[in-house]
């Protein structure tokens, strides 16, 4: 099973929008407060990693440019859930489960994170799912922080 153990966990919701500032000010006034922001200039999408204490963390996720993979995902709406993510300390594993388990198709390869310190993401469709990222933090760097 692989979200049964230490290494593969639940990290967060990536939520894309048109308006982020009405994203924050919904998530900021449920006791959310904002991680890291920044830009990811390979993807033309900002980002920013809000957490709670008790509730799931949540990336609000906004382009900047019409070549963003959300751009095409927001044209019929303004937000929506854009995708989850897993956190991984053993990427070679949970890909192996992906590809035992799951028709899961690569839409993105591991690719250092600009964000996030010592991390890669990948994203994969998986079918049942949706879009699922793969947050992994590099070997030798520790754990992702839950």
């Given amino acids: 099973m692989l979200f049964n153990n230490k290494d593969t966990y639940f990290h967060h919701i990536g939520l894309a929008t048109k308006h ?3 994203s924050f000010r919904f998530l900021l ?3 959310y407060s904002i991680e890291v922001k920044g830009r990811e200039e390979k993807q033309g999408v900002n980002i920013a990693l809000l957490t709670h204490s008790i509730l799931p963390s949540i990336e609000v996720i906004w382009d900047f440019s019409e070549n963003s993979p959300i751009a095409n995902f927001l044209k019929t709406q303004d937000s929506n859930c854009y995708h989850i993510c897993f956190a991984t300390n053993d990427y070679k594993n949970t890909m192996k489960y992906l590809e035992e388990n799951s028709r899961a198709i690569l839409i993105s390869p591991l690719t250092p994170s600009t964000l996030m310190e010592n991390t890669s993401v990948s994203f994969h469709y998986v079918k049942g799912i949706g879009l699922v990222e793969l947050l992994y933090h590099t070997q030798g760097q520790g754990q992702v922080e839950k």
Avoid: A, T
Wanted: net charge negative; charged share 35%.
């Fill in 29 to 31: 006034g449920g006791g």
């Fill in 20 to 22: 982020p500032e009405e």
